[in-house]
């Protein structure tokens, strides 16, 4: 009988895997046979890569490039402007083509992370594989790799951290070394990735001191947090507006907000210009709501009906682990770790700008699906028992 499961659990993982390789075929192919898309940002990195590759790839000399300019530092942009660099190197004029598909490689690689991470806490493989539909049908998945952008390197690395805590979950320690070098290639990623930083140090020091790891206190603390946030940004925004509005970075964050900015290029999110501080305190609350809004005007409706199947599936994942979710302490931590993130990430565009297509929200949509199979878990082994 023990051979016969063993079998069957084989049997069961090899089809996993299979149905993953169809996932990024359909994918890929998808995004193949649109090509690739250049933005604003793109052109920056491509000029910026020119400059590294005149400087015979010399980071010392690269990062000194407008040194006394308010741009964040070159560093922080250095793993795609390096890749695009490469690129253009070893591809020529098919440099972009290069850069599309390392962005696929990197989302297979995505993929099969997102799957070992909740084989690693327990989730059965036949849990993961209903999962897979809702990749497939991502709307943020199927729009940024094609992009000649930092978004999906950046995605990657964030699930790649995400990995490493999980497996420090199982394995009870911390993977000091491979978080180090991960984030360290974050961070080279985008500057951006301060929040992704703050969750996984957070994480660590709540399960050192074992502190709101029950369900329902996380969600009283989150539920208090989107209430509170938005008052400390405004006293934030206060102190900078009084003190260091001429400082050209701060200045252009909480000129978005003077004018009643929600969602970046788009005015039909706006609200009136604020008139007094809790007029500012509810600019940040609507932001921090529409971070994950699956609706815009431009939007197909079914654009819109895919986006809220994939919140829809978050959101019952979230309200099964309220209440199962104490019954299985890692997949329980795995869980909590996810929120932390997203409400990480999600508070520090609230703040900064959530742009004009969320593409800022697309390097959370892989651990935020793996929510669903980890609260499916919970849901059969609670009744299991």
Same mark, same amino acid.
């Given at each position: 009988?023990?051979?016969?499961?063993? &079998?069957?659990?084989?049997?069961?993982?090899?089809?996993?895997?299979?149905?993953?390789?169809?996932?990024? !075929?359909?994918?890929? *192919?998808? +995004? %193949?046979?649109?090509?690739?898309?250049?933005?604003?940002?793109?052109?920056?990195?491509?000029?910026? $890569?020119?400059?590294?590759? &005149?400087?015979?790839?010399?980071?010392?000399?690269?990062? $000194? !490039?407008?040194?006394?300019?308010?741009?964040?530092?070159?560093? *922080?942009?250095?793993?795609?402007?390096?890749?695009?660099?490469?690129?253009?190197?070893?591809?020529?004029?098919?440099?972009?083509?290069?850069?599309?598909?390392?962005?696929?490689?990197?989302?297979?690689?995505?993929?099969?992370?997102?799957?070992?991470?909740?084989?690693?806490?327990?989730?059965?493989?036949? %849990?993961?594989?209903?999962?897979?539909?809702?990749?497939?049908?991502?709307?943020?998945?199927?729009?940024?790799?094609?992009?000649?952008?930092?978004?999906?390197?950046?995605?990657?690395?964030?699930?790649?951290?995400? /990995?490493?805590?999980?497996?420090?979950?199982?394995?009870?320690?911390?993977?000091?070394?491979?978080? *180090?070098?991960? !984030?360290?290639?974050?961070?080279?990623?985008?500057?951006?990735?301060?929040?992704?930083?703050?969750?996984?140090?957070?994480?660590?020091?709540?399960?050192?001191?074992?502190?709101?790891?029950?369900?329902?206190?996380?969600?009283?603390?989150?539920?208090?947090?989107?209430?509170?946030?938005?008052?400390?940004?405004?006293?934030?925004?206060?102190? !900078? =507006?009084?003190?260091?509005?001429?400082?050209?970075?701060?200045? /252009? %964050?909480?000129?978005?907000?003077?004018?009643?900015?929600?969602?970046? =290029?788009?005015?039909?999110?706006?609200?009136?210009?604020?008139?007094?501080?809790? =007029?500012?305190?509810?600019? /940040?609350?609507?932001?921090?709501?529409?971070?994950?809004?699956?609706?815009?005007?431009?939007?197909?409706?079914? +654009?819109?009906?895919?986006?809220?199947?994939?919140?829809?599936?978050?959101?019952?994942?979230?309200?099964?682990?309220?209440? %199962?979710?104490? /019954?299985? &302490?890692?997949?329980? &931590? $795995?869980?909590?770790?996810?929120?932390?993130?997203?409400?990480?990430?999600? $508070?520090? +565009?609230?703040?900064?700008?959530?742009?004009?297509?969320?593409?800022?929200?697309?390097?959370?949509?892989?651990?935020?699906?793996?929510?669903?199979?980890?609260?499916?878990?919970?849901?059969?082994?609670?009744?299991?028992?």
């Amino acid at each position: 009988m023990k051979e016969l499961i063993n &079998k069957i659990i084989k049997l069961t993982k090899k089809n996993l895997y299979l149905s993953v390789f169809l996932v990024f !075929i359909v994918i890929s *192919f998808y +995004h %193949l046979s649109i090509g690739f898309h250049m933005s604003s940002d793109s052109y920056r990195f491509s000029r910026w $890569a020119d400059d590294l590759i &005149k400087l015979n790839f010399n980071y010392f000399d690269f990062f $000194a !490039i407008e040194k006394g300019d308010h741009r964040p530092h070159l560093y *922080f942009f250095s793993v795609p402007v390096s890749l695009t660099g490469l690129s253009k190197v070893f591809f020529a004029s098919d440099w972009q083509i290069a850069f599309l598909s390392f962005n696929l490689v990197l989302l297979f690689f995505s993929l099969i992370i997102f799957v070992n991470s909740l084989m690693l806490i327990g989730v059965r493989p036949i %849990l993961i594989t209903l999962a897979l539909p809702l990749i497939l049908l991502s709307v943020d998945l199927l729009t940024w790799p094609r992009y000649i952008l930092s978004d999906t390197i950046y995605s990657f690395f964030v699930l790649l951290t995400t /990995y490493f805590v999980v497996k420090g979950i199982v394995n009870n320690k911390i993977y000091y070394i491979e978080l *180090f070098l991960s !984030i360290l290639l974050l961070i080279g990623t985008r500057p951006s990735s301060i929040p992704v930083v703050f969750a996984i140090i957070l994480f660590i020091l709540i399960s050192k001191y074992q502190i709101l790891l029950k369900p329902k206190n996380i969600l009283t603390f989150a539920l208090l947090f989107i209430f509170i946030l938005p008052f400390i940004f405004s006293f934030i925004y206060l102190i !900078i =507006d009084l003190n260091f509005k001429r400082i050209p970075n701060l200045d /252009y %964050l909480i000129g978005m907000v003077k004018v009643g900015m929600i969602i970046h =290029d788009r005015p039909e999110t706006w609200r009136d210009v604020p008139t007094g501080f809790l =007029d500012v305190v509810f600019i /940040y609350f609507l932001r921090f709501i529409n971070f994950f809004n699956p609706y815009a005007k431009t939007f197909s409706i079914l +654009h819109i009906l895919l986006n809220l199947l994939q919140f829809f599936s978050i959101f019952i994942s979230i309200v099964i682990w309220s209440f %199962l979710g104490k /019954y299985k &302490k890692i997949q329980n &931590k $795995a869980f909590i770790f996810i929120i932390i993130l997203t409400f990480s990430v999600t $508070a520090f +565009h609230s703040f900064t700008v959530i742009d004009y297509d969320w593409r800022y929200r697309f390097p959370l949509i892989l651990p935020l699906l793996m929510l669903f199979p980890i609260s499916l878990s919970m849901f059969l082994d609670k009744n299991k028992n």
